[in-house]
Nanobody, 126 residues
Framework: QVHLVESGGGPVQAGGSLRLSCAASGRTFRRDTMAWFRQAPGKEREFVAGIFRSNGGPYYGDSVKGRFTISRDNDKNSVILDMNSLKPEDTGTYYC???????????????????WGQGTQVTVSS
């Protein structure tokens, strides 16, 4: 059974930092594209960052460029999202996702991903 489990969310003040982790199990994800999405109440799921296998990319949503960094450790079957200079608008549930086969133009579309974690809440206060 495939599992993606996120951790590291929580409350933080604006300007602060958090590190989100995603641990994968049940199959190897080293050939998959891994990504982070987020969703705020009443809004559509939004692409945050993505990374191809062998660390290709990475790619970021416009709202997080220069502040967030995605990385992966294929040996540990995990992906990390380092978030700095957090803003209240970064608040939401953050999801880890994996896609075995995806092209660049589809990376930003949450519907292209086959595996999802349960999400971890990030709340940034002003």
């Amino acid at each position: 059974q495939v599992h993606l489990v996120e951790s590291g969310g929580g409350p933080v003040q604006a300007g602060g930092s958090l590190r989100l982790s995603c641990a994968a199990s049940g199959r190897t994800f080293r050939r998959d594209t891994m990504a982070w999405f987020r969703q705020a109440p009443g809004k559509e799921r939004e692409f945050v960052a993505g990374i191809f296998r062998s660390n290709g990319g990475p790619y970021y949503g416009d709202s997080v460029k220069g502040r967030f960094t995605i990385s992966r450790d294929n040996d540990k079957n995990s992906v990390i999202l380092d978030m700095n200079s957090l803003k209240p608008e970064d608040t939401g549930t953050y999801y880890c996702a994996a896609a075995p086969t995806i092209i660049l133009s589809s990376m930003f579309d949450y519907r292209r991903y086959d595996y999802w974690g349960q999400g971890t809440q990030v709340t940034v206060s002003s």
